[in-house]
């Protein structure tokens, strides 16, 4: 089974544009430093309201609050993220916040973000990419349109610009 940490950002945005449900099929088990919690909680309704009785493959570690001067830059949230991927030698990190997945690079993990997680389950036939990418841009997620053109395009999905 493949050691999962998540950051605020892909949980968030997958809860808002409905799909949280593809993380348990695609990694079983998530697991999130309490201060990704709090993050959560202070989030959108919505996501507040999924954090506040999380999932039983949510599960949620103490933070260590590890001090690295190479990610004072970085929130919380990230920084704790990180820190717990290194104490257990996760396989993967989810984080959208390019500072904290270059941090996460720096320190040999593989990262993903929200719009990586929508490709992995595309590709699984777990949602329609376009129909929740169209769902992301509702929402104040950062994204160039070129990154989500080619995310289409490798999965074969033509789509027409408007």
């Given at each position: 089974?493949?050691?999962?940490?998540?950051?605020?950002?892909?949980?968030?945005?997958?809860?808002?544009?409905?799909?949280?449900?593809?993380?348990?099929?695609?990694?079983?088990?998530?697991?999130?430093?309490?201060?990704?919690?709090?993050?959560?909680?202070?989030?959108?309704?919505?996501?507040?309201?999924?954090?506040?009785?999380?999932?039983?493959?949510?599960?949620?570690?103490?933070?260590?609050?590890?001090?690295?001067?190479?990610?004072?830059?970085?929130?919380?949230?990230?920084?704790?993220?990180?820190?717990?991927?290194?104490?257990?030698?996760?396989?993967?990190?989810?984080?959208?916040?390019?500072?904290?997945?270059?941090?996460?690079?720096?320190?040999?993990?593989?990262?993903?973000?929200?719009?990586?997680?929508?490709?992995?389950?595309?590709?699984?036939?777990?949602?329609?990419?376009?129909?929740?990418?169209?769902?992301?841009?509702?929402?104040?997620?950062?994204?160039?349109?070129?990154?989500?053109?080619?995310?289409?395009?490798?999965?074969g999905i033509l789509r027409q610009r408007g």
């Open positions: 089974m493949q050691l999962v940490i998540a950051d605020t950002g892909p949980i968030n945005y997958l809860v808002l544009i409905g799909h949280i449900e593809v993380l348990p099929v695609l990694f079983r088990k998530i697991i999130l430093p309490s201060t990704v919690r709090d993050e959560l909680a202070a989030a959108p309704l919505p996501v507040k309201n999924w954090i506040a009785k999380p999932p039983e493959w949510i599960d949620i570690r103490e933070s260590l609050h590890a001090y690295h001067p190479a990610m004072e830059h970085l929130d919380e949230g990230e920084r704790d993220a990180v820190a717990l991927a290194v104490a257990l030698h996760a396989d993967l990190l989810l984080m959208d916040d390019r500072e904290g997945v270059l941090a996460a690079r720096r320190e040999g993990f593989e990262v993903i973000g929200t719009l990586g997680v929508i490709a992995r389950a595309a590709k699984r036939n777990l949602l329609n990419p376009s129909q929740a990418f169209d769902r992301l841009k509702q929402t104040n997620f950062r994204y160039r349109q070129e990154t989500i053109d080619m995310l289409l395009n490798e999965l």
